[in-house]
């Protein structure tokens, strides 16, 4: 596994995604209560451009989670497991570890 730029920390703004194509891939960051999350921009249903979709806090089951909605057919993903919402698929959204070296964040490949 190599590191690989993605952006300064303070490029990526709470709840508004930020992707960059690194290695053909698209890669969307999002800070989430101070927490970074980086998935591929890539719906595991229909490989819509996922990061496009609306953020949102929603409570399943007394459960509060911030999920993502996809902008083709709907389906929510729970952003920080990667797991659907509601919908029973075993596809979920791919995430990258990362790490962050003098507030410049890397992603590991
Ligand atoms: S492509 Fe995302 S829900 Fe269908």
């Not at 659907?84 to 990258?96: A, M, S």
Request: proline content about 4%.
């Amino acid at each position: 596994m190599e590191r690989y730029y993605f952006c300064k920390e303070h490029e990526l703004a709470e709840g508004e995604f930020f992707v960059k194509t690194i290695l053909d891939r698209k890669i969307g960051g999002i800070k989430l209560d101070d927490k970074l999350y980086f998935i591929l921009d890539y719906c595991p249903h229909a490989g819509a451009p996922i990061c496009k979709g609306k953020v949102k806090n929603i409570i399943i089951k007394d459960d509060e989670l911030v999920a993502i909605r996809c902008p083709w057919h709907n389906w929510l993903f729970n952003i920080q497991d990667g797991l659907p919402v509601i919908i029973h698929i075993k596809q979920k959204l791919l995430h990258f570890h990362y790490e962050i070296l003098s507030n410049e964040i890397y992603i590991m490949l």
